[in-house]
């Protein structure tokens, strides 16, 4: 749970997935933001396993265009779903550190293989929740909700040989603000949960998430995090690869997170799409490692 005392960070430095180049970075810079030291000064035990190895654009087929960089995704994916289930077993709390967010393929496998019902909250201004079919782009980090929920190509859905990872039921999304027509229309068809800026904005922060707890903590072992840095509007996290205007706070995020620790839930998180090319000054890891404190606990007394 988020009051767990052993913490184990790994790096996944993917940027397969998508189709702007620096992604892969962000684990290095969010390491850069003080991050062992921040986490640390909560009377935490941290624990650094490095970076999960994932081959280079440069090296490998980018394959089909409806699917780009399947297999090295996949093959990736399989290695930090494998960690991450070792993390668990050892009664750890395993941070994943993105790259991009298709990096939540291997995440969810690994923690579902543990924690055979697990809930999801997704904060994202995307929905992710493309397939091949559906996606404009073919960019896989557009997908991996999808993946989860065990709709998509096989190669992705059934990694580690089961699926779904997650339930639509206990699945919910924060800060939504830019779905594709597929992804609208697989919402409205499973039945998921979204809490888009609408929502927020008219109902507060406090209200959404404790409704988004409820969710995804009613009848599950724990719950796993996935935040998309670009959740945030883009004037706190300029370094991200698709940035919507319109985003949430660097405060109702805080307090977010603030909640999900209160909740004592949380068994797993993952911090994606900080991109250092295009980010100011590493604002956006800063901002990440700032938003990590909060899940851990830190509060202004």
């Given at each position: 749970?988020?009051?767990?005392?052993?913490?184990?960070?790994?790096?996944?430095?993917?940027?397969?997935?998508?189709?702007?180049?620096?992604?892969?970075?962000?684990?290095?810079?969010?390491?850069?933001?003080?991050?062992?030291?921040?986490?640390?000064?909560?009377?935490?035990?941290?624990?650094?396993?490095?970076?999960?190895?994932?081959?280079?654009?440069?090296?490998?087929?980018?394959?089909?265009?409806?699917?780009?960089?399947?297999?090295?995704?996949?093959?990736?994916?399989?290695?930090?779903?494998?960690?991450?289930?070792?993390?668990?077993?050892?009664k750890r709390f395993p941070l994943i550190l993105g790259g991009d967010h298709s990096i939540a393929i291997g995440t969810l496998a690994g923690v579902a293989s543990i924690y055979q019902n697990i809930g999801l909250i997704w904060?994202?201004?995307?929905?992710?929740?493309?397939?091949?079919?559906?996606?404009?782009?073919?960019?896989?980090?557009?997908?991996?909700?999808?993946?989860?929920?065990?709709?998509?190509?096989?190669?992705?859905?059934?990694?580690?040989?089961?699926?779904?990872?997650?339930?639509?039921?206990?699945?919910?999304?924060?800060?939504?603000?830019?779905?594709?027509?597929?992804?609208?229309?697989?919402?409205?068809?499973?039945?998921?949960?979204?809490?888009?800026?609408?929502?927020?904005?008219?109902?507060?922060?406090?209200?959404?998430?404790?409704?988004?707890?409820?969710?995804?903590?009613?009848?599950?072992?724990?719950?796993?995090?996935?935040?998309?840095?670009?959740?945030?509007?883009?004037?706190?996290?300029?370094?991200?690869?698709?940035?919507?205007?319109?985003?949430?706070?660097?405060?109702?995020?805080?307090?977010?997170?603030?909640?999900?620790?209160?909740?004592?839930?949380?068994?797993?998180?993952?911090?994606?799409?900080?991109n250092p090319i295009l980010d100011r000054e590493n604002r956006t890891a800063e901002v990440a490692v700032s938003l990590i404190s909060s899940l851990f606990g830190k509060?202004?007394?």
């Amino acid at each position: 749970m988020t009051n767990a005392k052993q913490i184990s960070i790994i790096g996944m430095p993917m940027d397969l997935g998508q189709g702007r180049r620096g992604v892969d970075m962000g684990p290095s810079a969010i390491r850069y933001a003080s991050l062992k030291k921040l986490i640390e000064e909560l009377a935490l035990e941290v624990e650094d396993l490095g970076n999960i190895d994932v081959a280079e654009a440069e090296s490998v087929s980018i394959g089909q265009d409806h699917l780009k960089y399947l297999e090295p995704v996949a093959e990736a994916s399989e290695k930090l779903a494998n960690t991450v289930a070792e993390t668990l077993k050892r009664k750890r709390f395993p941070l994943i550190l993105g790259g991009d967010h298709s990096i939540a393929i291997g995440t969810l496998a690994g923690v579902a293989s543990i924690y055979q019902n697990i809930g999801l909250i997704w904060y994202d201004a995307h929905g992710d929740l493309n397939t091949s079919d559906t996606s404009p782009s073919g960019n896989i980090h557009g997908m991996p909700l999808a993946a989860s929920l065990g709709i998509g190509h096989s190669r992705l859905v059934n990694l580690l040989n089961f699926a779904p990872k997650v339930k639509p039921e206990n699945t919910v999304l924060v800060g939504v603000r830019s779905l594709d027509p597929g992804e609208r229309e697989l919402i409205r068809q499973l039945g998921i949960h979204v809490f888009s800026m609408h929502e927020i904005d008219r109902r507060g922060m406090a209200t959404v998430m404790e409704e988004a707890i409820n969710i995804a903590t009613n009848g599950t072992d724990g719950v796993h995090l996935s935040l998309d840095l670009d959740a945030l509007d883009p004037i706190y996290c300029p370094g991200v690869g698709t940035p919507v205007p319109g985003g949430v706070t660097f405060r109702e995020t805080h307090l977010a997170l603030e909640m999900l620790a209160e909740s004592d839930s949380v068994v797993s998180a993952e911090f994606v799409e900080v991109n250092p090319i295009l980010d100011r000054e590493n604002r956006t890891a800063e901002v990440a490692v700032s938003l990590i404190s909060s899940l851990f606990g830190k509060k202004i007394l």
